[in-house]
C-alpha cells in the first residue's frame, strides 16, 4: 500500500493537471496518475475554444492559434461571421497539456505515467484509494481524497458504484491533416444528413497548414459511426472537399464526450469528480476543455485547503459542487435543451435555423457558441430573432 499523500488525482488531462496543480499549491501531497505513457497522448479532442476564456485562465497565446472566420453551413445554406479581432481559437492540445502537467509537476505533484486505475479500496462507504496497474504489477494507494479526471471513463465514480457509464453521449472522429490549401484562419462547422445524423462535421485549422477535420454525433439518439462517415464528409462534402485536395492525415482521432446535461452530484464521501468525469463540458457543441480547466481550479482549491486544514469530509469538499452549479448550472441546462432540440434536426429545419443566425451580429453568435445564455445576450438574440428564443424558452420551461 502506498501511504503519504493527501490526494489521489486519477486521469492528467486538464481537468486532472489543473486539479492536482491547485491543490499542491495549498500544501497538499498530492499523486496524480494516469494510464497513458504520454501527457496528451493520444488526442480525443479537436482544441475548439475562445481566446478571452482562456486568456482569463492565464492560457498563454502560444498554444492557440487564431480564428479570424466562422462559417456555418446547411445542407442549402451557409454563413460566415468575420472576426476582425478574433474571438475562437484553436488549441495546441498536446502543447498545453503538457504545459498543465509541468505547471503541476513544479507545483510538487508526483506524476504517474503508465499506471491504469483498476479499482477503488473502501472502507465501509467511504472511498479511501485505489487499486492501480502499472507494467504488469499491481499497487493500492491510499489517501483521504480520491478525485476523478478519468474523463468520460469515470473510472473512480462507476467502480465505485457510484455512478453508471454516461447512456448518452458524443462520438467523434477526427484527421489531424497536412492540409495546405485550406484557409488558416477559417473554421468550418457543418450539419445535415449529407454530414452525419445527430451531430455535426468540422474543420478547425491550427496554424502551419494543419487542420482538424472531423465528424461527431450522439449516442444513442443516433447508433451513426463516426469513422463511417469521415471520409465520405472530407471527399464529397461541397462546404469543404475542394480546401482539402492533395491534404494528406497525420494523425487520427476518436473520442467520447458524456451529454447528458448537468450532473447534480459530483462530490461523495472521500471522493469529488473534475470535469467530464462530472459531465462538466458544455453539450451545446462538446466543448469541455476551458470548463475542465476552471472547474480544476475551483476543485483543487477546495481539496487542497480542506486535506491541509484536517477537514476532507464531504460537506467541505461539496463546497466546490454547490460553486459549480451555481456559476455554471443554469447555462449548462439550457445548452443541453438546445442541444437535445437540434439533435433531431433535419435538413429543412437547418436550413431555417442559419437563415435566422443570419440576422445576428458576429458577436452574438460567438457569445451563443461559447454557450452563454446570459440575459444581454438573450436580450439581442429576441431582437433579432424572436421566435428563436421563444421556443427554447418553451423547452426550458417544460424541462
Ligand atoms: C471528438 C471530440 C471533439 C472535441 N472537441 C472539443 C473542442 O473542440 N473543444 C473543447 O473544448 N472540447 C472538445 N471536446 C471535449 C474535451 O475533449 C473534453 O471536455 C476535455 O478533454 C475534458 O477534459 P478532462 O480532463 O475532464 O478529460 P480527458 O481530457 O478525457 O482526460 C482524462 C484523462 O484520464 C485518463 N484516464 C482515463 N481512464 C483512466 C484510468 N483508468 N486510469 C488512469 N488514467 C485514466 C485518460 O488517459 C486521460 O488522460 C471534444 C471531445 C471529443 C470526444
Known amino acids: 500500500m502506498t501511504t503519504g499523500f493527501d490526494v489521489l488525482v486519477v486521469g492528467a488531462g486538464p481537468a486532472g493537471c489543473v486539479t492536482a496543480e491547485e491543490a499542491a499549491r495549498r500544501g497538499a501531497r498530492v499523486c496524480l496518475i494516469e494510464q497513458s505513457e504520454e501527457i496528451g497522448y493520444p488526442i480525443r479532442t479537436s482544441g475548439g475554444s475562445f481566446i ?43 502543447a498545453l497539456y503538457q504545459h498543465l502537467a509541468l505547471m503541476a509537476a513544479s507545483a510538487g505533484v508526483e506524476l504517474r505515467l503508465g499506471s491504469r486505475v ?52 458524443g462520438f467523434g472522429a477526427e484527421y ?49 459511426v463516426p469513422q463511417r462517415y469521415l471520409d465520405r464528409f472530407m471527399h464529397e462534402c461541397a462546404a469543404i472537399a475542394p480546401s482539402l485536395i492533395g491534404a494528406q492525415p497525420l494523425e487520427r482521432h476518436v473520442g467520447y464526450i458524456p451529454s447528458e446535461g448537468v450532473c447534480r452530484e459530483f462530490v461523495f464521501d472521500g471522493v469529488m469528480a473534475v470535469g467530464d468525469a462530472a459531465g462538466q463540458a458544455s453539450t451545446l457543441l462538446g ?46 441546462r439550457l445548452a443541453y435543451i438546445i442541444n437535445r432540440r437540434i439533435a433531431r434536426y433535419d435538413d429543412a429545419k437547418w436550413d431555417r435555423g442559419i437563415a435566422l443566425l443570419e440576422k445576428l451580429s458576429p458577436q452574438v453568435f460567438s457569445r451563443l457558441l461559447m454557450s452563454d445564455f ?26
Open 118 to 169: 483498476i479499482d477503488v479500496v473502501r472502507e465501509g462507504t467511504r472511498v479511501c484509494g485505489v487499486i492501480v496497474r502499472t507494467g504488469g504489477a499491481t499497487h493500492n494507494y491510499a489517501a483521504p481524497v480520491v478525485v476523478d479526471c478519468s474523463g468520460f471513463a469515470a473510472v473512480v465514480l462507476r467502480k465505485a458504484g457510484l455512478r453508471d457509464s454516461f447512456r448518452r453521449f
Open 287 to 332: 466543448e469541455g476543455i476551458r470548463y475542465s480547466i476552471k472547474a480544476g481550479r475551483m476543485a483543487g482549491r477546495v481539496v487542497g485547503e480542506a486535506v491541509v486544514s484536517g477537514d476532507p469530509s464531504r460537506a467541505r469538499l461539496s463546497q466546490y459542487q454547490a460553486r459549480w452549479l451555481a456559476e455554471h448550472g443554469r447555462f449548462m
Open 176 to 224: 489531424d491533416l497536412y492540409a495546405p490549401r485550406y484557409p488558416e484562419d477559417e473554421a468550418l462547422l457543418v450539419v445535415g444528413s449529407d454530414v452525419i445524423p445527430c451531430g455535426y462535421g468540422w474543420a478547425f485549422p491550427r496554424g502551419g497548414g494543419r487542420v482538424r477535420v472531423g465528424v461527431g454525433t450522439i449516442h444513442p439518439d443516433t447508433r451513426a
Open 374 to 399: 446570459s440575459p444581454g445576450v438573450l436580450a439581442r438574440v429576441v431582437a433579432a430573432a424572436p421566435r428563436v428564443l421563444a421556443s427554447v424558452f418553451r423547452s426550458f420551461v417544460a424541462n
Open 52 to 94: 478571452s476564456e482562456l486568456r482569463e485562465l492565464g492560457i498563454s497565446e502560444r498554444f492557440f492559434h487564431a480564428i479570424r472566420r466562422v462559417k456555418f453551413a446547411s445542407r442549402n445554406r451557409s454563413i460566415a461571421f468575420d472576426y476582425p479581432e478574433p474571438v475562437v481559437c484553436v488549441l495546441d492540445v498536446r
